[in-house]
């Protein structure tokens, strides 16, 4: 069973027309999943529903709990891109199962996601790791320590030193 932690981000927002702003879509995985024909044993948790930016610590805390309470060892975290390798890094100490963070650059709601593609590069990724913690962002599996958000480009990449 893979478990699937919620926790906000650009992925699950979607636009409200009529206050024209942007809001969290709480089944926006269940929707993904569907569209997917998902056929894996999952059970999905929303831990909160924020903005990545607007986390601290004590959200991290609240994630790093969630997984640590997991009786299952594959986990996958759906997440803000903002601040997912300082998540990443909280959970590093967690031993003994695959956990990876997940999210989009564009939410699922609008055309041109790359939402379906990064969950779906996720689900792969789950049945081939080795225990530890990773980021799953345009088709690449990163290890935690070693990634960056390459805010210019749009993409994660490999960490520079």
């Not at 909280?90 to 939402?115: C, H, Q, W």
Request: proline share 1%; aromatic share 6%; net charge positive.
């Amino acid at each position: 069973m893979i478990k699937i932690l919620t926790t906000g981000g650009t992925i699950a927002k979607r636009y409200d027309e009529i206050s024209g702003k942007l809001h969290f879509d709480k089944k926006h995985l269940e929707k993904m999943l569907g569209q997917g024909r998902c056929t894996r044993d999952i059970s999905i948790e929303a831990i909160m529903m924020k903005d990545s930016l607007e986390m601290n610590d004590g959200d991290r805390q609240k994630i790093y709990d969630a997984v640590l309470a997991c009786k299952e060892t594959s986990i996958m975290i759906v997440h803000g891109t903002d601040t997912m390798v300082e998540t990443a890094q909280r959970l590093s100490t967690i031993e003994g199962k695959i956990i990876l963070l997940v999210g989009a650059m564009i939410p699922y709601a609008f055309k041109n996601s790359d939402a379906l593609f990064n969950v779906g590069a996720a689900f792969g990724a789950l049945a081939s790791l080795d225990v530890g913690v990773y980021v799953v962002m345009n088709g690449q599996v990163f290890s935690w320590d070693r990634v960056q958000k390459d805010r210019e480009k749009g993409v994660f990449c490999t960490k520079r030193h």
